[in-house]
């Protein structure tokens, strides 16, 4: 990179040494490789100056794989300042390196570069990256606040078998906070401050908020800072963004691991909390029920949404199942004639539950187990109902335990993800709640009958 005019600060140079360390049999000494460090200090450099060793030292297949597919076009696009926008480019910046390309694909998603030393370099987004045709040797996954298990695997999937047997494993990023999805990039963390031997882990970071005024702590958490990153921009930021924003963008801050993996946010939860004299009595009403995955607890919600007024989610019960199902299909009898739909979901009982409605002859229309699909817009639909300040719910222990302590799980196979029981607590409730939220909202059963709920 220097030869490129981009000579390395003294902590790149580092770092990407510490990369490319190898073992005496010449195999990588860390086949993972982690960097949390905060935007604008020089990632991208490391990124590059690793593929560019890779493809053109070592003759290596290399994945580079993003959140975003504009980060992926701009790495697309400095890889060809660097290589040339094709083979035999007679403006190529650089003669030397142009002359080992064999061929540029620029179609849209399907972007790579092939050297005629064997190595290719493929560019593509998490979905993109999901490829079962090529292997690859190292995979570099940037914005790692976003990966999930699910694209994990795929991407895994790549490089278990690289043509070079000598396979590594980079993941880049800033710390996840409660608004990202991935769960990959903390788990590996966790693995490296644990002791794993095969990984390297780099992290500049404070481990508290503290005071962000402190421009001594954006030295020790920045370590461009002065060189390539202008102190200007630090001090513009720290005056319009919020204390936990600047910690977590600039300092490096790693929430605790509860409230990273938090799906729903405190504040939201407490904004929606409405008294229980002033929650809707009438309106078109929906059920939601959830059986736990252990199969010993199960949890109804009734939502209504009122002629006039926001959407209100209420939890009906949540008890064991242990017993049987009876008291949820009686909830639901008491209540059947004045709602929408059931929407139904969780493999322990709801087989059970759906077997006992249609022996009391409840009306097909009148009930439906969810798919994943409808799981999955589900919950999706309350969070953003929630963030917009367009549902209300009153104040209930085992739902608002449920609410703020459920945490992230991956739901299908497109990186979906909803609630997952968190430390002590059950997602049971506040799943119920978004089922019959969202069966009320899409429901086009509507009895039109008044009359309070229970059960």
């Given at each position: 990179?220097?030869?490129?005019?981009?000579?390395?600060?003294?902590?790149?140079?580092?770092?990407?040494?510490?990369?490319?360390?190898?073992?005496?049999?010449?195999?990588?000494?860390?086949?993972?490789?982690?960097?949390?460090?905060?935007?604008?200090?020089?990632?991208?450099?490391?990124?590059?100056?690793?593929?560019?060793?890779?493809?053109?030292?070592?003759?290596?297949?290399?994945?580079?794989?993003?959140?975003?597919?504009?980060?992926?076009?701009?790495?697309?696009?400095?890889?060809?300042?660097?290589?040339?926008?094709?083979?035999?480019?007679?403006?190529?910046?650089?003669?030397?390196?142009?002359?080992?390309?064999?061929m540029v694909r620029r179609a849209a998603g399907k972007e790579a570069i092939?050297?005629?030393?064997?190595?290719?370099?493929?560019?593509?987004?998490?979905?993109?990256?999901?490829?079962?045709?090529?292997?690859?040797?190292?995979?570099?996954?940037?914005?790692?606040?976003?990966?999930?298990?699910?694209?994990?695997?795929?991407?895994?999937?790549?490089?278990?078998s690289g043509p070079l047997g000598n396979s590594q494993y980079i993941f880049?990023?800033?710390?996840?906070?409660?608004?990202?999805?991935?769960?990959?990039?903390?788990?590996?963390?966790?693995?490296?401050?644990?002791?794993?031997?095969?990984?390297?882990?780099?992290?500049?970071?404070?481990?508290?908020?503290?005071?962000?005024?402190?421009?001594?702590?954006?030295?020790?958490?920045?370590?461009?800072?002065?060189?390539?990153?202008?102190?200007?921009?630090?001090?513009?930021?720290?005056?319009?963004?919020?204390?936990?924003?600047?910690?977590?963008?600039?300092?490096?801050?790693?929430?605790?691991?509860?409230?990273?993996?938090a799906v729903i946010g405190a504040q939201d939860w407490e904004d929606a909390?409405?008294?229980?004299?002033?929650?809707?009595?009438?309106?078109?009403?929906?059920?939601?029920?959830?059986?736990?995955?252990?199969?010993?607890?199960?949890?109804?919600?009734?939502?209504?949404?009122?002629?006039?007024?926001?959407?209100?989610?209420?939890?009906?019960?949540?008890?064991?199942?242990?017993?049987?199902?009876?008291?949820?299909?009686?909830?639901?009898?008491?209540?059947?004639?004045?709602?929408?739909?059931?929407?139904?979901?969780?493999?322990?009982?709801?087989?059970?539950?759906?077997?006992?409605?249609?022996?009391?002859?409840?009306?097909?229309?009148?009930?439906?187990?969810?798919?994943?699909?409808?799981?999955?817009?589900?919950?999706?639909?309350?969070?953003?109902?929630?963030?917009?300040?367009?549902?209300?719910?009153?104040?209930?222990?085992?739902?608002?335990?449920?609410?703020?302590?459920?945490?992230?799980?991956?739901?299908?196979?497109?990186?979906?993800?909803?609630?997952?029981?968190?430390?002590?607590?059950?997602?049971?409730?506040?799943?119920?709640?978004?089922?019959?939220?969202?069966?009320?909202?899409?429901?086009?059963?509507?009895?039109?009958?008044?009359?309070?709920?229970?059960?």
């Open positions: 990179m220097q030869a490129l005019g981009m000579p390395p600060d003294d902590w790149q140079a580092a770092l990407l040494e510490l990369w490319l360390a190898v073992r005496p049999n010449g195999k990588w000494l860390h086949t993972r490789n982690g960097l949390s460090c905060p935007r604008q200090n020089g990632k991208s450099w490391l990124i590059e100056a690793r593929i560019i060793y890779g493809a053109v030292v070592l003759g290596e297949r290399i994945l580079f794989t993003a959140h975003d597919y504009s980060t992926v076009t701009q790495l697309f696009d400095r890889m060809k300042d660097y290589f040339g926008e094709k083979a035999n480019d007679k403006d190529a910046e650089y003669p030397e390196l142009n002359g080992l390309v064999r092939f050297f005629k030393n064997g190595a290719v370099i493929y560019f593509a987004t998490r979905t993109k990256s999901a490829r079962r045709g090529f292997t690859v040797d190292v995979v570099i996954a940037d914005e790692c606040q976003e990966l999930t298990q699910v694209q994990l695997s795929s991407i895994m999937s790549t490089a278990s880049c990023g800033t710390p996840p906070t409660p608004a990202t999805s991935g769960d990959v990039f903390a788990h590996v963390r966790e693995s490296a401050l644990e002791g794993a031997d095969d990984i390297s882990w780099n992290e500049w970071s404070v481990a508290e908020v503290g005071d962000v005024t402190d421009e001594s702590r954006w030295y020790e958490t920045n370590p461009s800072l002065g060189v390539r990153l202008d102190i200007d921009i630090l001090r513009a930021q720290v005056g319009t963004m919020d204390e936990l924003g600047f910690a977590q963008e600039v300092l490096g801050y790693w929430l605790p691991v509860a409230i990273a993996k909390c409405i008294r229980k004299e002033d929650a809707p009595k009438v309106g078109k009403l929906a059920l939601g029920v959830k059986f736990s995955p252990d199969g010993r607890h199960a949890a109804v919600s009734a939502a209504i949404i009122p002629k006039v007024g926001k959407p209100f989610v209420e939890l009906l019960a949540f008890k064991e199942v242990t017993g049987g199902i009876k008291w949820v299909a009686d909830g639901i009898m008491a209540n059947i004639k004045r709602t929408s739909v059931v929407l139904i979901d969780g493999k322990s009982g709801k087989g059970a539950l759906v077997e006992r409605l249609n022996e009391l002859n409840v009306p097909k229309g009148a009930f439906k187990v969810a798919s994943v699909a409808e799981v999955q817009d589900a919950e999706s639909m309350f969070l953003n109902e929630l963030a917009e300040g367009n549902v209300t719910h009153i104040a209930q222990e085992p739902l608002d335990d449920s609410a703020l302590k459920s945490v992230r799980r991956d739901i299908g196979k497109n990186g979906a993800f909803g609630f997952g029981d968190g430390e002590n607590s059950s997602s049971a409730p506040i799943e119920s709640a978004c089922f019959a939220l969202y069966g009320a909202k899409t429901s086009r059963r509507n009895p039109n009958r008044k009359g309070r709920v229970g059960c």
